[in-house]
Every structure is written in C-alpha cells, then in structure tokens.
C-alpha cells in the first residue's frame, strides 16, 4: 500500500509539474489596445511586434519566418520554438534593404530562390536558408512595366502544380479605373509567367506577355493555389463610395468577392473577365434600388457602365464571384488548411462605412471537390477564427491582419501591418476545424472595405493608403491563450490524477 501512496504521490508531482510548465512562455508581450478573441478551438500568441509595416510573410525550409516590411525591405526572423503557441524571435536579420518592396513574396519549390515585387517589377534572388543569406549580385528582374496609381502592391504565387509557374496580381489605377476596360492595359488582372525562360542577363517579361489568368478584378490581393486541386482562387477588394440609379449603396454594396480561375494549364475558368469597373456584385439586398429578381451574390450594373451594359449582360458575359463577402471587409490574403478542408482569408478592415467592419480573420469551408460548401447566394459563409474584441475601436485600436503563412507544424501567423505585429494561430483539442461566430452573416452588418490609398484608413491593397503600420507593436499575454489552454489542460490533469488516486487506494 505504501508504495501504491508514494506512486501516486509522484504521479500526481509529475503531472502538476507539467501543469505548471505548460503555462509559462518566456514571451508574453502585451498588446496596446483591447486583446483580440479567437473563436472556441484556437488559440493565439503575439510572437513579434515593432515592426513596420509588415505584409507578405513566409517560411523558409529552415522554419525562419520571411517579412516583407512595406518601405523598408525583407527580413528574416529567427525563432525560438518552445511548442504550441510559446515561441519568440531570437534575431532579426535583414535580407534585402529596399523601400520599394511593399507586399508581394514567394519561394521556389527548393526554396533556394525568394521573389519579392515592388509597383514597377518582380525580381528574384538565390536564398541560403541555412546561412540566413541573400545573394544580392544575384539579382534577377523577372517582370516590369506594371507602375500605375492607387493600388501598388503585387502579390506573388509560384504554382506547385505548375512549378516554374509565377503568378502576379495587379490592382487598378483608381477606385473606379476606366482603363481597366481595356485588355491591354493590364490594369486589374491576374497573370502567369514561365520564369524559368529568364537568367541572369535577360530581359523581363512585359506583364503584358504573361498568360491572362483573370481580368475585371478591381484589386485582388490574395492569391492561392487549392493543394489538391490546383484551382487557383483570389479574393477581390470590390469599390468604394457606390451609387446606384442616384441613391447611396455604399454602406453594404458591393460585395467584396472570392473568386475562381481554374487549373493552371486548362482552358476551363481561364482568362475570363470577372465585371470591373461596369458590373459588381450583390452584398445586401435591403432598400438596393431597382432589385428586380436580382440576388446575393449576382452582379448588377454600374451608373457609368456603357449603355451595352446592363444587369442582365453582367450576369451572362462575366464571371461572377463563387462567394460573396460584406461590403468593404478588404481581404488581403488566402490560404488553404494544409488539409483543404477550409480557406482562410484576412480581413484588413474598413474606412468606407459607418460602421466598422471587417478586422479578423474568417475561414470558409471546402467540399472534397475544392470548392466552396457554401452556395453562391450565402450570406453566412464565412466563420470567424480570430477578431477585434470591439470594432468601434477600429482602426486606430486594432490588430489589421494581411499576410498569412504555414509553418511546418500547421500553425497559422497572421501580420498585422498597422500595429508592426506578427501573431501565431494554432488549433487547440477542442476544434476539428473553423468555429466561432458565422462571419457576416449579416448582409446588414457591414463591413469595412478596400483600398483607395486616397481614402483615409488604410486598408486594402496599398500599403500605404492611410494608416500603415506605426511599428509600435503589442502583444498578447492574457488571451493569447497559450496561457487559456495550458489551464485548461492542466485542469484535466488535475482531475486525472484525482480518479488515478481514487483507484490506487480504493
């Protein structure tokens, strides 16, 4: 009996032991505005903040997280990893020093070769991952001839089911772009290049040489490639200040847009034109002037379309949105769960609207099939995983989520270019995937929106449209629920060791 007590005796030290381990993280720095709240299944840890301006995030084959600092340049983070969400920054190395880098970043399938994008070009440089090193005389320019106004950014995708296949997402000139009409101005579409054709001493591609991915996309900032699939998926920043027939709409229209172009390689969903600036899509239905049989997720004609274009045409000649989001919730990026299963996008926030919306992010849920469960008319096809605690603090208390990355043990990061951060997402137990809040749910609720870097708040695609990041981060201590979850846990041990007891002395 005597050595059944003194087992159990250190059973029971053991354990709480752990259980006191597990709560503490050596970084536990604390965000300066009201802490964000992650849906039920997630927890969530501030791992870095005065940064500036941090956009396109990445991980190399060395698990060192990749940052482009919009106006600065590229910097790699080394990091500490003490499991779940307990991990800290032990050197932050600059790679490039450019302030002409502002959002795009890729790597090779090796990942011995970085691609960053400036408003003008996209260029390529050999990575050492292991050394923590760019080769900077290795400096290749791969694509030119894409400077225009208004939305700078550039967003990079390589294929993995093309490799060699870069793709680069250029915004319009304007809130509404004229120019965008044209084909050959190669405003306000997504394009494909075969960048292994170019070496060192070659001339760039012309953007306009590369292969028309999707045009009439007024500025879609995120990018990505289904994993299984190899659909290519974007997710749109739709207009500011929209009237339709003379009457305001722009509180909950248009819809911000998820969006669908294919398999690279196929002609299927290929080079089509997605509306901008004459057709845009239905958010919210309430008092919408002239509504007709019109529905969510429909496009309908602008005032200033040409005469030719109309609600019917906007419906048959181009390619409407497979999801529809609330107005002015400026997503700015997309990833996919390394199992398919969901999407996740950042919200960046809104300035075109009353009442603040936007600010998280959301995940959607994925068929099997790589698309979308949801139907295109959903107003609820979004669930929210991490988000301000209280909008009406927005912009100015809030985390502005951009970039999203995965690292090698499915942990989601987030940038947060406003507030100079960098945040980890990891599931907990409690979760098989998604959970909180449906998103916007309600076409009324409104939701921030996009990016006219003229407009006043930052958001959408231009990093430095209003209030770019101040590089006085925060942190997260008391939600970051590194801290919530190892109580959690430790209080299941506890009880553990209870029962434990009340069988060794039974």
Not at 132 to 159: I, Y
Request: hydrophobic letters at 30%; one cysteine or more.
């Amino acid at each position: 009996m005597n050595k059944l007590f003194s087992l159990l005796i250190y059973l029971l030290m053991q354990l709480l032991q752990w259980r006191t381990a597990a709560q503490v993280c050596s970084n536990n720095p604390n965000v300066t505005y009201p802490a964000p709240v992650a849906a039920s299944g997630w927890e969530y840890r501030l791992i870095a903040n005065g940064l500036t301006r941090p956009r396109g995030i990445a991980f190399d084959a060395d698990g060192g997280l990749l940052v482009v600092q919009s106006g600065v340049g590229l910097t790699h983070l080394t990091l500490d990893d003490g499991g779940g969400t307990c991990l800290a920054v032990t050197s932050n190395t600059t790679l490039i020093s450019d302030p002409n880098l502002n959002h795009g970043l890729a790597l090779s399938g090796d990942g011995k070769i970085i691609y960053v994008s400036s408003a003008e070009s996209v260029f390529s440089f050999a990575y050492d991952s292991q050394a923590v090193r760019v080769d900077l005389s290795s400096n290749v320019t791969l694509v030119t001839n894409m400077s225009n106004s208004d939305h700078t950014t550039r967003t990079l995708l390589m294929s993995k089911k093309q490799p060699g296949t870069l793709l680069v997402s250029r915004g319009s000139s304007a809130n509404e772009d004229d120019d965008a009409r044209d084909i050959n101005s190669g405003h306000s579409q997504i394009r494909s290049f075969n960048i292994t054709r170019i070496g060192p001493g070659d001339s760039p591609y012309d953007f306009l040489d590369g292969n028309l991915i999707g045009w009439g996309l007024r500025n879609s900032v995120g990018v990505t490639e289904h994993p299984s699939t190899g659909g290519i998926w974007s997710v749109e920043n739709s207009v500011d200040q929209l009237q339709r027939q003379g009457q305001d709409i722009h509180q909950n229209n248009p819809g911000e847009e998820l969006n669908y172009h294919g398999v690279l390689g196929s002609s299927d969903h290929q080079g089509g034109n997605y509306g901008y600036p004459d057709c845009y899509t239905l958010w919210s239905t309430a008092g919408f002037p002239n509504l007709g049989n019109l529905q969510v997720g429909d496009q309908f004609a602008d005032d200033d379309a040409p005469s030719n274009v109309t609600d019917t045409s906007c419906n048959t000649d181009y390619v409407p949105p497979r999801i529809a989001f609330q107005a002015h919730s400026a997503p700015l990026d997309i990833k996919f769960a390394p199992n398919a299963s969901e999407a996740f996008v950042t919200f960046h926030g809104s300035w075109n609207r009353n009442e603040a919306t936007g600010y998280r992010i959301i995940s959607i849920a994925f068929d099997s099939n790589g698309q979308p469960t949801a139907p295109q008319n959903s107003t609820n096809a979004v669930t929210d995983i991490i988000a301000n605690a209280d909008v009406t603090n927005c912009p100015d208390q809030c985390f502005r989520p951009v970039g999203l990355a995965w690292d090698s043990d499915d942990r989601l990061w987030f940038s947060s270019d406003a507030t100079g951060e960098i945040f980890v997402l990891e599931r907990t137990n409690a979760s098989n995937g998604g959970g909180g809040n449906p998103g916007d749910g309600n076409p009324n609720d409104g939701n921030p929106n996009d990016g006219n870097p003229n407009d006043g708040n930052p958001n959408d695609g231009n990093p430095g449209d209003g209030n770019g990041g101040d590089g006085n981060g925060g942190g997260n201590g008391q939600n970051a629920a590194g801290g919530l979850i190892s109580e959690r846990h430790g209080t299941v041990v506890v009880v553990q060791a209870a029962v434990l007891a009340g069988l060794l002395l039974a």
